[in-house]
């Protein structure tokens, strides 16, 4: 059952943190959303495309940013009691870090669990949803049926086609096609034309009562020939996507995966939920203020902190990634550095007598 200074601790630290996730969500997302609304132009996504990419995006986001929200809320709620004297008042009455611990130990394992959800289920689907349905636009730019007055790439740029006008049908009148093989360049013009196999890998453009030029650019040595019915086969190429192959994968596969990729994935994903414990038990001692110090004094040295430990996390990965001998420790030691400096913090003050449970002591010897 908590106390009533736990639940004033717990909503203090809470609003912090949800405010301080929410304004970094919000920056990260604008670059996001910009990103997105290039691609969407690029490609011609459709508007439920773009919207469900935002959202995609957000809950691929939110991996990195609760961990730094939620240290960043601890420090500056527990910045703001320190600097309007409330935890001194409860230090004469007694409260010690374990006091202060325990509401914010809490809140730290609600978030871990949600972000053990979100890197262990939630982001992987997110990645390979987001790739399928960027796989998808490009198809359907790509493969799909051409729209009359507007040129249209296909195979990587070798062949340009226009048609004047289509009819219900789809049949395409006042047809313009262009070739590149190589150092040779073909252009076609046709009455009409069907494209046949749209939206697929493979297609066929069958020309009718057409002529066909034929030649080398910059030379005289062109052919020049009439049709009555002319195909031309097209074979896109293959869409793959993007992101490396691991990181699309389930949890459940990775977990008996052998390959220093998959093993660097899977540790990837455990340190997220623990970067954020880890984060919040080095927030407490670390938004110690003294006498007189702004409420964001601790700020500066905490951005540092995560600068520190998240570097470090990335560098470990590329051990594990690259199968090198200190990739065989993991990150589990990574995650064991702030805890320890929260634990030396904490002694140390405890040394100088700051808290209140050691000057008790001193006076009762």
């Known amino acids: 059952?908590?106390?009533?200074?736990?639940?004033?601790?717990?909503?203090?630290?809470?609003?912090?943190?949800?405010?301080?996730?929410?304004?970094?969500?919000?920056?990260?997302?604008?670059?996001?959303?910009?990103?997105?609304?290039?691609?969407?132009?690029?490609?011609?996504?459709?508007?439920?495309m773009v919207a469900e990419l935002i959202g995609l995006a957000t809950l691929q986001q939110l991996t990195v940013i609760v961990p730094i929200g939620l240290f960043l809320g601890i420090v500056l709620a527990l910045g703001r009691l320190y600097h309007e004297s409330e935890m001194t008042a409860m230090s004469a009455c007694g409260v010690g870090p374990m006091a202060i611990y325990r509401p914010i130990l809490l809140l730290a394992l609600l978030v871990v669990a949600f972000?053990?959800?979100?890197?262990?289920?939630?982001?992987?689907?997110?990645?390979?949803?987001?790739?399928?349905?960027?796989?998808?636009?490009?198809?359907?730019?790509?493969?799909?049926?051409?729209?009359?007055?507007?040129?249209?790439?296909?195979?990587?740029?070798?062949?340009?086609?226009?048609?004047?006008?289509?009819?219900?049908?789809?049949?395409?009148?006042?047809?313009?096609?262009?070739?590149?093989?190589?150092?040779?360049?073909?252009?076609?013009?046709?009455?009409?034309?069907?494209?046949?196999?749209?939206?697929?890998?493979?297609?066929?453009?069958?020309?009718?009562?057409?002529?066909?030029?034929?030649?080398?650019?910059?030379?005289?040595?062109?052919?020049?020939?009439?049709?009555?019915?002319?195909?031309i086969p097209l074979r896109m190429p293959e869409l793959k996507a993007r992101?490396?192959?691991?990181?699309?994968?389930?949890?459940?596969?990775?977990?008996?995966a052998t390959e220093p990729e998959d093993r660097?994935?899977?540790?990837?994903?455990?340190?997220?939920?623990?970067?954020?414990?880890?984060?919040?038990?080095?927030?407490?001692?670390?938004a110690k203020l003294r006498p007189r110090q702004g409420r964001f004094a601790k700020v500066g040295l905490a951005i540092l902190a995560y600068f520190l430990y998240s570097n470090l996390l990335a560098v470990a990965r590329v051990w594990i990634q690259k199968d090198l001998p200190a990739g065989q420790f993991g990150l589990l030691w990574v995650h064991t550095i702030p805890v320890i400096v929260a634990a030396l913090l904490i002694w140390f003050d405890g040394r100088l007598g700051t808290w209140p449970w050691r000057r008790k002591r001193a006076v009762t010897a």
């Open 243 to 256: 992101r490396q192959k691991e990181d699309l994968k389930p949890t459940a596969l990775l977990l008996h």
């Open 115 to 231: 972000l053990a959800l979100l890197s262990y289920r939630i982001v992987p689907a997110a990645w390979a949803r987001s790739e399928q349905i960027r796989i998808e636009a490009i198809r359907a730019a790509q493969f799909g049926a051409l729209e009359p007055g507007r040129f249209r790439s296909f195979a990587g740029g070798e062949a340009v086609f226009y048609a004047e006008r289509v009819d219900r049908s789809g049949e395409l009148f006042g047809v313009f096609v262009q070739r590149r093989t190589e150092d040779k360049l073909e252009v076609a013009v046709a009455e009409r034309a069907v494209q046949r196999g749209a939206g697929q890998a493979e297609q066929m453009f069958v020309l009718f009562n057409g002529r066909r030029y034929e030649g080398v650019p910059g030379t005289r040595n062109w052919r020049v020939v009439e049709f009555k019915e002319h195909g």
């Open 264 to 286: 660097a994935e899977l540790a990837w994903r455990t340190a997220v939920p623990l970067m954020a414990f880890a984060l919040a038990m080095l927030a407490v001692p670390l």
């Open 1 to 48: 059952m908590l106390s009533r200074l736990d639940r004033y601790l717990l909503r203090e630290v809470a609003w912090t943190f949800v405010a301080v996730t929410f304004v970094l969500l919000v920056v990260l997302l604008s670059n996001q959303f910009a990103r997105v609304l290039g691609q969407a132009v690029q490609m011609e996504f459709q508007a439920s």
